[in-house]
């Protein structure tokens, strides 16, 4: 099983801005909670034993289909460190992923330091302070629905998994989609939890010019747009999971 270590830190942010943010089909569920979450990926089967890093947005949705509602926290962006899993995991799963560098963080004074940048210009800064180690609520979830690393103060008590907004563009059909659906991931149970910590945070996303970030700065403008009302903790989560997502699968 893969090693991941997750930094989350969420915030209260004003529901209308949020809602503007999601696909037909889904609908904000209980708090506007924003997480953003940066988890290093190690010990990887299928890359030989490598690992990348990832940077995700999501908050707290819920889909009412005709035979069952599920709810759970929607994947807004999902930022990674490596071209592989970007290719894999966009036209297979339908994972909303982008390309940026995500250094390691940095420990200072008890601080630890995140940053992620595209082409040198530096988007998304994030810190994680005051840590005090907890013992997990919860004991089965998977890479993408790690407690606190992904659901913390932003989900319902039993989420159903993360949901996904998977689209892909007709091609020479401008405006046309050959592919518009909404897929989930469930927990899975193969998971083991080494540590969790949690504590106060902070994260900020910087207003880009086009010139900066010309396939980003609609998107990082757009998160940088979203107010902080109140701040709602960080988290640092340490497991071990099954990442083969074998259980993922479109919502009917």
């Known amino acids: 099983m893969a090693r991941i270590r997750a930094v989350a830190v969420s915030f209260l942010t004003d529901p209308q801005r949020l809602a503007r ?33 990832t940077l995700g947005v999501r908050f707290p949705v819920r889909h009412r289909g005709p035979q069952r509602e599920v709810t759970g926290p929607f994947l807004a962006v999902l930022w990674e460190n490596k071209a592989d899993p970007i290719i894999t995991g966009r036209e297979e799963l339908g994972y909303a992923k982008l390309f940026c560098d995500i250094p390691p963080g940095r420990l200072l004074d008890g601080q630890e330091h ?11 800064t994030m810190s994680v302070q005051q840590l005090k180690a907890v ?5 089965a979830a998977d890479a993408h629905n790690a407690p606190d690393a992904h659901n913390a103060h932003n989900a319902p008590d039993t989420p159903d998994g993360t949901l996904h907004h998977r689209y892909l563009p007709g091609l020479g059909r401008p405006g046309q989609a050959a592919v518009d659906e909404l897929v989930i991931t469930p927990p899975s149970p193969c998971v083991a939890l080494l540590s969790q910590a949690v504590g106060e945070g902070s994260v900020q996303f910087s207003p880009s010019t086009w010139q900066q970030l010309p396939t980003l700065a609609h998107i990082v403008n757009t998160l940088a747009d979203l107010p902080q009302l109140a701040q709602r903790g960080a988290s640092v989560t340490e497991l071990r999971s099954d990442t083969s997502l074998h259980n993922h699968h479109i919502l009917a």
């Open 21 to 53: 943010l999601l696909p037909p089909g889904l609908q904000l569920s209980g708090e506007p909670v924003v997480t953003v979450e940066l988890m290093a990926i190690t010990e990887l089967q299928w890359l030989a034993g490598r690992g990348y890093n």
């Open 114 to 124: 995140f940053e992620a940048s595209w082409e040198g210009h530096r988007f998304m």
């Open 135 to 139: 013992t997990p609520a919860h004991k």
